[in-house]
Structure formats: structure tokens, C-alpha cells
């Protein structure tokens, strides 16, 4: 059973406009979620963080919004830029067990259209 | 920064070789993961290992073993490869702030 969903294999989005990429996860336990984004040939790498005890954090042109109740998260880059196109995979982890392992999504790919 | 390095960026094997990938660290992390990455199906986690001479199977560790003889290094074995072993192999080094990936091994089986 999928904990964490990326129900958007892929988004299109104008350069200049904003790019929103959803999560959802099933798992209250989680309590910290990240972001990675990769490029073809490459390894994933990290974008961006939130513990569950905030609901936003940011950093430059992305922001990462955590709706605990709704069990959802979302990425917002702004603006968008052709450089941001890449594969976007969701991770989530449970801290209480004292593993390090994440859990991710299966990604969503990004293309901003220049 | 803390460095993973993948031994091979591109591979080509034979169906039923036996293949190693290598995953070095040079930190000191205790945890280690391999991963592959197929298009449609995410990252899935092959095996783990939270310290030396210690491995644990993840979801799909069929097919493949690990080794972790010392600390800064992390083998996976394809004992047999096979043409559904074709993939992109990913390391990764877990802490408390989330995981450093290696560039990866693009492995195709033919």
C-alpha cells in the first residue's frame, strides 16, 4: 500500500507562472517531509524540508505547504523558470523509530515551457 | 558536504553475469540504502544496512544481495543479472536531515 502519492506523473507549466506539485500521505506518524528533485543521469537531490510541527517553510522560489489535517502537502516554485524541469519525488519519515529510512512518492514530472 | 560515490555512471552487462555495484561514503554514516528508479514506479528500496556486517531486505530484494564489509562502503550484488534488472541503481547515505544520493548507475542488461 502507497504511503506517500504523487497523483500527477506530470505537470506543464508556462516559464514565469507558478508550478504547484502534490502529495498525499496515509501515515500520521510521519512527522518530516522533504522534497527532491531530479534530473535525468543524476541523482535525486535535496530541494527542500517541513516538520510537521510548522505548516510552511521557504527558501528562494519554493515554498512547501503541510496540511496535517488533510494529510497533504504541496511544492510551490515561483516563478518558474526552464531550469526547474526535472522529476520531483515527495519523501516522507517517521522519526519516533530512529531509522533514517524515507518513504517516497513515485514523482512528478516537471516541464516549464519556455 | 558529505560525498556518495557511485563506482560506474553507465554499465552493460550480459544476462546472467554476475554484477557488483559500489557505493562509497566518506563520512562516517552508519545508514545506507540502495535504491532503483523506473519511470512510472518512484524510487523502490532494494536493501539497507544500518551499520557494518548488518543488512536489511527493503521491498524488492529479489534478484540481489548486499555486502557491507566496512563502514564507508556499500556493494550491491545482482547474483544473476537479468533483462528486469535494468534500471537506474541509486545510493544513498540517510541522516537526521534526509539523504545524500550518489549520481547513480545506469545499468542496462542485455
Known amino acids: 500500500d502507497q504511503q506517500v502519492k504523487q497523483n500527477s506523473p506530470s505537470l506543464s507549466v508556462q516559464e514565469g507562472r507558478i508550478s504547484i506539485l502534490n502529495c498525499d500521505y496515509t501515515?500520521?506518524?510521519?512527522?518530516?517531509f522533504l522534497w527532491y528533485k531530479k534530473y535525468p543521469a543524476e541523482g535525486p537531490t535535496f530541494l527542500i524540508s517541513?516538520?510537521?510541527?510548522?505548516d510552511k517553510n521557504e527558501d528562494g522560489r519554493f515554498t512547501v505547504f503541510l496540511n496535517k489535517s488533510a494529510k497533504h502537502l504541496s511544492l510551490h516554485i515561483v516563478p518558474s523558470q526552464p531550469g526547474d524541469s526535472a522529476v520531483y519525488f515527495c519523501?516522507?519519515?517517521?522519526?519516533?523509530?530512529?531509522?533514517?529510512?524515507?518513504?517516497f512518492g513515485k514523482g512528478t514530472k516537471l516541464s516549464v515551457i519556455p | 558536504d558529505v560525498k556518495v560515490t557511485q563506482s560506474s555512471r553507465y554499465l552493460v552487462k550480459r544476462t546472467g553475469e554476475k554484477v557488483f555495484l559500489e557505493c562509497v561514503q566518506d563520512?562516517?554514516?552508519?545508514?545506507m540504502f540502495w535504491y532503483r528508479q523506473d519511470p512510472g514506479l518512484g524510487l523502490r528500496l532494494i536493501y539497507f544496512s544500518y551499520d557494518v556486517k548488518m543488512k536489511e531486505k527493503g521491498d524488492i530484494p529479489e534478484g540481489y544481495s548486499v555486502s557491507r564489509e566496512k563502514k564507508e562502503r556499500f556493494s550491491l550484488i545482482l547474483e544473476s543479472a537479468s533483462t528486469n534488472q535494468t534500471s537506474m541503481y541509486l545510493c544513498a547515505l540517510g541522516g537526521w536531515d534526509g539523504y545524500t544520493f550518489g549520481s547513480g548507475t545506469r545499468l542496462t542488461v542485455v
Open positions: 517541513i516538520s510537521s510541527i510548522k
Open positions: 563520512m562516517d554514516h552508519e545508514n
Open positions: 519523501a516522507a519519515r517517521y522519526s519516533g523509530a530512529g531509522s533514517y529510512q524515507l518513504t
Open positions: 501515515n500520521s506518524m510521519f512527522d518530516y
